[in-house]
């Protein structure tokens, strides 16, 4: 039991009573007591995507109006790609127009 301090008039009492959180904290202890662990942060990803390819990636940022973003991201939605290709996309034919 935790002991909590119930504020009246005050002064500051100490009661023995349960916390409406116990009950929580009692099954996130019983789960790690199971030999259950959960890691966190991002998955390691063994898909082989930008992200764990860092050799090859790096990341950028511009500025965009937002109108201009909105339109792209839901078009790109609807193919089903992301940004990032269609970003590598443009640089790589605007790379190869200017050779």
């Not at 909590?4 to 100490?14: A, F, Q, S, V, Y």
Request: aromatic share 6%.
């Amino acid at each position: 039991m935790e002991l909590l301090c119930k504020r009246r008039e005050g002064d500051c009492r100490l009661t023995t009573r349960k916390s409406k959180f116990s009950g929580l904290f009692d099954a996130r202890a019983a789960q790690g007591a199971e030999g259950e662990k959960r890691r966190r942060g991002r998955p390691s990803g063994d898909a082989g995507g930008k992200r764990d390819n860092k050799a090859e990636y790096t990341q950028a940022s511009a500025y965009v109006r937002r109108e201009t973003h909105r339109t792209v991201k839901s078009m790109l939605a609807l193919e089903g790609k992301e940004f990032s290709e269609l970003v590598e996309e443009l640089l790589s034919e605007w790379i190869k127009s200017r050779s």
